[in-house]
């Protein structure tokens, strides 16, 4: 993958808080489309509550009975509670999240220098969106825009539907899976009469996150889940996969951008390709990432280590990629379609 050279395109600093008393300290892993000329990012802002006592650590939610964003106040000094990971306060009753995500629209002329709204597109609005809403997927479906996006509350991690034909108007079409489930990548055409699914079931005391394909009539009810692939030991996924950008018809078959991470958490990106009429056969697949976390701002952030997209678009054979990095900035990356086919392996 060839890098722009002027990244991060999009950094914390270039986005207005959505009030007064939040700060913005990631955005990232957002959803790309083309609409009226125009490339369209459907960013994920992540927020924070700004410091202002000392030795306080806050937490922010959605007050579903209330309709609106409160805080929760923990006493750092307090030995109960857990604060090595940057991303969560652990309580011994619960744990509580430090940030809350939300959807801003971002616009450009070409690709690169995105004019970005002030305020959100969607954010966190019922029970199952308490905690926000992250990881935005657009498939462009019969001049329609569906947007799969997964929603953080105290019952789960589900994976919700929206719609909009304009990026102006939203509406919530609900939840298309149980908790926990993550990662969902609606093919853009039905396939022998269905839609599919890429998606990414939490497991048990059994297995390791993996990606699972379903197929759907409607787009609603989903069913037919079927086993895609896994982590592989000794290789640069070995602890955890799930699918990234909406996959790409080519004459060769479905290209899935996806991610995959070591038990280390380093997060890189690969191929694989699965068959047109079969989606739910994979026919090649990345031995070595296509991009994995080595400029500065990768590998330093709210998370380092980190390339992750939700959004590649394909044009004149060339594949753009829009990812995030280090869980703080919005990248952007390209290689030729031909080039990353040459990454991939016929799987056995």
């Given at each position: 993958m060839k890098r722009y050279e002027q990244n991060p395109i999009i950094q914390p600093s270039d986005v207005k808080p959505s009030r007064e008393d939040f700060e913005v300290i990631g955005v990232f892993n957002a959803g790309v489309a083309k609409y009226n000329d125009k490339i369209i990012l459907l960013l994920r802002v992540a927020e924070k509550p700004i410091d202002r006592k000392d030795g306080i650590c806050r937490s922010v939610y959605y007050d579903v009975n209330a309709g609106e964003i409160k805080?929760?106040?923990?006493?750092?000094?307090?030995?109960?509670?857990?604060?090595?990971?940057s991303r969560w306060i652990k309580t011994p009753s619960k744990n509580y999240i430090t940030s809350i995500s939300h959807f801003r629209l971002a616009s450009?002329?070409?690709?690169?220098?995105?004019?970005?709204?002030?305020?959100?597109?969607?954010?966190?609005?019922?029970?199952?969106?308490?905690?926000?809403i992250e990881d935005p997927r657009i498939t462009l479906i019969d001049k329609e825009y569906y947007i799969s996006y997964s929603a953080i509350s105290d019952v789960g991690i589900t994976e919700c539907l929206a719609v909009t034909k304009d990026f102006n108007n939203f509406e919530r079409l609900g939840v298309i899976f149980h908790p926990?489930?993550?990662?969902?990548?609606?093919?853009?055409?039905k396939i022998g009469g269905y839609y599919y699914a890429l998606n990414r079931p939490s497991t048990s005391l059994f297995g390791k996150p993996d990606i699972w394909i379903a197929k759907s009539p409607d787009l609603m009810c989903w069913g037919d889940y079927r086993y895609l692939m896994g982590a592989r030991e000794g290789s640069w996924d070995n602890g955890r996969i799930g699918g990234s950008a909406i996959p790409i018809r080519t004459e060769q078959g479905w290209l899935e951008i996806y991610h995959g991470a070591t038990k280390e958490d380093v997060y890189c990106l690969g191929a694989v390709l699965l068959k047109i009429d079969e989606p739910y056969k994979v026919i090649a697949r990345s031995t070595k990432p296509i991009l994995k976390p080595e400029a500065d701002y990768e590998k330093e952030g709210f998370f380092g280590g980190v390339v992750f997209s939700c959004g590649v678009i394909l044009e004149d054979k060339l594949v753009r990629i829009y990812y995030g990095a280090a869980d703080t900035c919005m990248c952007y990356a390209e290689a030729s379609l031909e080039e990353i086919m040459d990454t991939l392996e016929d799987v056995d």
């Open positions: 805080l929760l106040e923990f006493d750092q000094a307090d030995k109960e509670i857990d604060l090595s990971d450009s002329e070409d690709g690169l220098h995105f004019d970005i709204d002030e305020k959100p597109s969607m954010s966190a609005s019922n029970l199952y969106e308490i905690y926000g926990d489930n993550k990662d969902v990548e609606i093919f853009p055409e």
